[in-house]
DNA sequence: AAAGCGGGGAG
DNA sequence: CTCCCAGCTTT
């Protein structure tokens, strides 16, 4: 197959969007662009780059910043462990590697965070490197290409396709190259209904030769997800404040906060649940009064309707136990706090009871 | 309701 | 080395 990169590369130059890191080739900011980017669309991630460069706009500021202040940066992305790699990683490159990030794709790839996609994008945009990149929308581009019938969630595939990434690159402009295959995968070679019409490298394209663009890239059937009632405390002290835990800092929502709760079990009753998560949680005791609001979120791998009771506290200094944290703040603090997005819509309708009742 | 999107870490 | 885990937006 003759080369894709000259036609690519052409179309790259008249059509690239004008988003705010490709205006530098600064490696903090490249590598903060593309943390961001993993699992996230590039609209959602552009507002948060900017807040965040802004907050952090150094590496050693970022290094030198709080945790418990990323987060806050980073509430609403998702994926909260790219929030504590990025501060992990920000400390080693500000302590151990004077502030300067490695160019080549095998020494970033030791930094938290980073894997061999996201070390490949570093290197080739902020240093020029001839690295390749395999994400989404650079695995959709060389499936229908090559009219791949394989699942390309399978390993030996992905390696394929990496091998064909690397072979393809060109010698000059790696770093263009890769962000072109990526621009046009998300604005041409779309996951449904790709513009066939307008693609620059139509020409070379394997399932546009046969019609089965629609079918590629094959991908394996999802298992359905599980549903899981959850129940949580609003919980109220004697002078108006209320008690929110931090979550500990692995895991789901690692290091965020919420109202303090957890998962239905079989044969208790939401209000019976709640009361033994806030004992087996922060071993305190709390009378349970009215269902305040309930919220209905989604998960990776599973779902959870979210029911907030209005709670009085009763008696129990609260312990860490499965918390990593706690604190009694009033309404007006919870916004310093990094909630996840269900626990936030819990606090919308505490703001929204309160505007009605001034 | 379902699809889309990379990396860490346990086993 | 595999497999499992992980949040939110868009369609």
Known sequence: MPSIAPALLAWYDREAADFPWRRTHDAYAVWLSEIMLQQTQVETVIPYYERFLAAFPTVQALAD?????????????????????????????????????????????????????????????????????????????????????????????????????????????????????????????????????????????????????????????????????????????????LLIAQRPLKGLLGGLWEFPGGKQEQGETLPECLKRELREELAIEVEVEDLFTVVHHGFTHFKITLHAFMCRYRSGAPQKIGVHDWAWVSVNELDQYSFGKADREVIAALNARKTMLL
């Not at 945009?125 to 695995?139: E, S």
């Not at 030996?156 to 010698?171: G, H, I, N, Q, R």
């Not at 996951?191 to 394997?206: D, F, K, S, T, V």
Request: aromatic content about 8%; proline content about 6%.
């Open 65 to 241: 910043a709080p945790l418990d202040t990323v987060l806050k940066r980073w509430e609403g992305l998702g994926y909260y462990s790219r929030a504590r790699n990025l501060h992990r990683a920000a400390q080693i490159v500000a302590q151990e590697m004077g502030g300067n990030f490695p160019s080549t794709a095998d020494e970033l790839e030791k930094l938290p965070g980073i894997g061999r996609y996201t070390a490949g994008a570093i290197s080739s945009i902020a240093f020029g490197q001839r690295a390749p990149v395999l994400d989404g929308n650079v695995i959709r581009v060389f499936a229908r290409l090559t009219d791949l019938n394989t699942e390309v969630t399978q390993n030996a595939v992905k390696m394929k396709l990496w091998t064909l990434a690397e072979d393809w690159l060109p010698a000059e402009r790696a770093g263009d190259y890769n962000q072109a295959l990526m621009e046009l995968g998300r604005t041409v070679c779309k996951p449904r209904n790709p513009l066939c019409g307008i693609c620059p490298i139509q020409a070379h394209c394997a399932a546009f030769t046969n019609g089965t663009q629609n079918e590629r890239p094959v991908k394996a059937k999802k298992a359905p997800v599980p549903h899981y009632d959850v129940a949580a405390g609003v919980i109220w002290n004697d002078v108006g404040q």
